[in-house]
C-alpha cells in the first residue's frame, strides 16, 4: 500500500510559478513509476507528466510541454511538479500517482489532490 498527499497548491496569476510536492509513505515507493494528472471541472482527468522507474525518463502532456517540469527525490520519497509560465487553462485539481508502469495508471495509487488556481 502506498499513501499520496499533494500539497502546494493555491492562487496565482497567469505568467505565475508553483511547485507541486507529492509525499508518499508505505512500500517502495521509490520503485514505482510517478505521474501527475489534473482535473477540472466538467472535464476528464488528464495526463501532465510522468517519470519512469528505474530510468528516469520524463513525458509530458503536450498542453504542459516546456512549461512543467516532474522530478522526485527519492531519499525524501517525494515527487514534485514544477510549473510555470502558468496559463488560465491550467487550473485544475492536480493529483499524484504511482504505478507498476509509467504507460498505465488504471491501477495506480492516488492522492487526494491539490487545487491550482490561475487567474487572468
Known amino acids: 500500500q502506498v499513501q499520496l498527499v499533494e500539497s502546494g497548491g493555491g492562487l496565482v496569476q497567469a505568467g505565475g510559478s508553483l511547485r507541486l510536492s507529492c509525499a508518499a509513505s508505505?512500500?517502495?515507493?521509490?520503485?514505482?513509476?510517478k505521474g501527475w494528472f489534473r482535473q477540472a471541472p466538467g472535464k476528464e482527468r488528464e495526463f501532465v507528466a510522468a517519470i519512469s522507474w528505474p530510468g528516469g525518463s520524463t513525458y509530458y502532456g503536450d498542453s504542459v510541454k516546456g512549461r512543467f517540469t516532474i522530478s522526485r527525490d527519492n531519499a525524501k520519497n517525494t515527487l514534485y511538479l514544477q510549473m510555470n509560465s502558468l496559463k488560465v487553462e491550467d487550473t485544475a485539481v492536480y493529483l499524484c500517482a504511482a504505478s507498476e508502469n509509467y504507460r498505465d495508471f488504471s491501477r495506480a495509487y492516488w492522492g487526494q489532490g491539490t487545487q491550482v488556481t490561475v487567474s487572468s
Open positions: 508505505g512500500r517502495a515507493f521509490s520503485t514505482f513509476a
